[in-house]
């Protein structure tokens, strides 16, 4: 092999190391320096030797423990200089007394600790704002660059690098402990946890301005997430149910919208191009996820994403089931939003009038009176029905309410299409 | 160990209209609160109401503005503070939440450490 053969093979290597090993070395490193950002300095070290050392001597049979030994030996050498450079923010809580630093060292490899669940439950600590904790998990524990997070949710980089300096700054001053919580408090910090993971889905899933509906980036870092935490916490059925949920409604991500960029409805996708492992993988989880009781928000949503999943045309679907479904999240997990989505359901399981009753129930919610899928879903019902001039105002209504160019363009389009 | 302060907001209004059984059942509260985390308090007072509050700015010239009343109009308003040990964020929010708050909440902050050999 040539040198540009191997430098480009080791290259290729790091990249699939830092998406799939990121997580795992920095949280290992973070227990020995106890300090996040001298942590996050040693492991972009130990990535950029890696690209000439792999490419000089060979991948390594296990890039995630060369990785974290590089790092950490790093970290004790910036340790052992500490007092030259004076650290500016307390060391983080840990819950145990660390071994002597060199011991950590010659343990042998095999025994790194998987810290990981540490890291993403201080990224997620209810102390700190949700978009916080949404920023500190895509720079933590997906490795992104505080630029790429900033462009993820539209904001200018020195705005993102302060809100992700502030919140450093919160988690050491304050103690916020780099810890996995207590038995009794673990559910509801995981809880948060899967909030962050689904907001990061459905942000890169529905990209909330701009031409782009998808955001494949955010989406496919989302779901490594999502599985990240089911080998995590292999008995969680909410975990099961939210990464369910994220490979089903990704399953359909081929479809979303056609070759013009145009936005495509679940009734008018192809669905023989939905991606069928996704969907096998998610529909096992699903069953995993509903045998709670009773079952829990992301399961129930996973189950209502399976069942058209499994349906061979928009027709067959089993609507009275998907009715059901609703119902139960509504128990679950009460939103207006998940109202309106029983709403249309019921239209489709018992005729457009009964959706349009359905959907002029909840005129009452705040929530809903700026939401343009309400007015575009109220506008299907009565075009329908034949009502066309009232529908010409509910689809005016939805325009007036989204930026999304191609929700704009899919609007527009039934617009024009009015008699 | 670190201190947190633990800052007790509450409407005013509210616990005044109240009658002296309400009274009773938060002074009780605090007595029990007291004892289950006589560990981990390092002080603690209960304010008289922000009617009873004087504020003092400094004005531009140099002299002070000494003004009847809280130092920022709040509907809830600060009634007292627990000053309390905890090893992390998490054992002072555990604190935190059995402090009696029957109308309001309270704030964790943590309390600086001036290292004085700097």
């Known amino acids: 092999m040539t040198l540009a053969h191997t430098s480009a093979a080791a290259a290729a290597a790091v990249a699939e190391a830092h998406r799939r090993e990121w997580a795992f070395v920095l949280a290992a490193t973070v227990r020995v320096t106890r300090d996040l950002d001298l942590a996050e300095e040693c492991c972009q070290d130990a990535y950029a030797q890696a690209l000439t050392s792999w490419a000089a001597d060979g991948v390594p049979a296990r890039p995630g423990g060369w990785l974290t030994t590089v790092a950490r030996r790093r970290a004790l050498d910036a340790l052992r200089h500490e007092s030259v450079v004076r650290r500016t923010l307390p060391l983080l809580v840990a819950d145990e007394v660390e071994p002597a630093a ?25 102390a700190l704002a949700q978009e916080a904790q949404i920023a500190l998990t895509l720079r933590l524990v997906c490795g992104l660059t505080t630029g790429e997070v900033a462009r993820a949710f539209l904001v200018s980089e020195p705005t993102m690098a302060a809100r992700i300096t502030r919140a450093k700054k919160k988690i050491a001053s304050a103690r916020i402990p780099y810890r996995v919580p207590s038995a009794g408090e673990l559910p509801s910090r995981i809880e948060a946890v899967l909030d962050v993971v689904h907001l990061v889905f459905t942000t890169g899933h529905t990209a909330p301005a701009g031409a782009d509906l998808v955001r494949r980036d955010l989406v496919e870092r989302s779901i490594d997430l999502a599985r990240m935490l089911r080998a995590l916490l292999p008995a969680s059925p909410d975990v099961a149910g939210l990464l369910a949920l994220v490979l089903l409604t990704d399953s359909r991500r081929a479809t979303r919208v056609d070759s013009g960029g145009r936005l495509v409805l679940l009734e008018e996708q192809d669905r023989s191009r939905w991606d069928r492992q996704e969907i096998d993988e998610g529909v096992a989880l699903v069953r995993a996820a509903l045998s709670s009781a009773p079952p829990r928000r992301f399961a129930l949503q996973a189950a209502i994403a399976a069942v058209h999943a499994q349906s061979t045309t928009w027709e067959s679907t089993d609507w009275q089931r998907i009715v059901g479904l609703y119902d139960a999240l509504l128990q679950a997990w009460p939103s207006p939003v998940v109202a309106l989505n029983r709403a249309v359901a019921v239209g489709l399981a018992h005729g457009p ?6 959907i002029d129930a909840l005129t009452d919610e705040p929530q ?3 939401y343009s899928y309400a007015a575009a879903a109220r506008a299907d019902f009565l075009r329908r029905l034949g009502r066309f001039d009232e529908a010409r105002l509910a689809y005016d209504e939805a325009l007036l309410l989204t930026e999304n160019a191609t929700e704009r363009v899919f609007l527009e389009t039934r617009l024009a299409g009015l008699p | 160990m670190a201190q947190y302060l633990v800052l007790i907001y509450g409407d005013e209004k509210a616990q005044a209209d109240s009658g002296p059984k309400v009274w009773e059942e938060l002074h009780a509260g605090h007595v029990a609160f007291g004892h289950k985390y006589e560990h981990a308090l390092a002080g603690g007072n209960a304010l008289q109401d922000t009617s009873t509050a004087t504020s003092i700015r400094k004005d531009g010239s140099g002299s002070f503005v000494v003004t009847d009343g809280p130092f920022a109009e709040t509907k809830e308003a600060l009634g007292g503070y627990y000053l309390i040990e905890a090893a992390d964020l998490d054992e002072a929010i555990a604190v935190a939440k059995d402090v009696p708050m029957p109308n309001g909440g309270v704030e964790v902050r943590p309390v600086m450490v001036v290292d004085m050999d700097r």
């Open chain 1, 368 to 370: 809903l009176a700026g």
């Open chain 1, 353 to 358: 009038a009964a959706g349009l009753a359905a």
């Open chain 1, 102 to 126: 060199d011991e950590v060292l010659a343990a042998a490899e095999g025994t790194i600790p998987d810290d990981r669940l540490r890291l993403i439950c201080t990224c997620c600590h209810p």
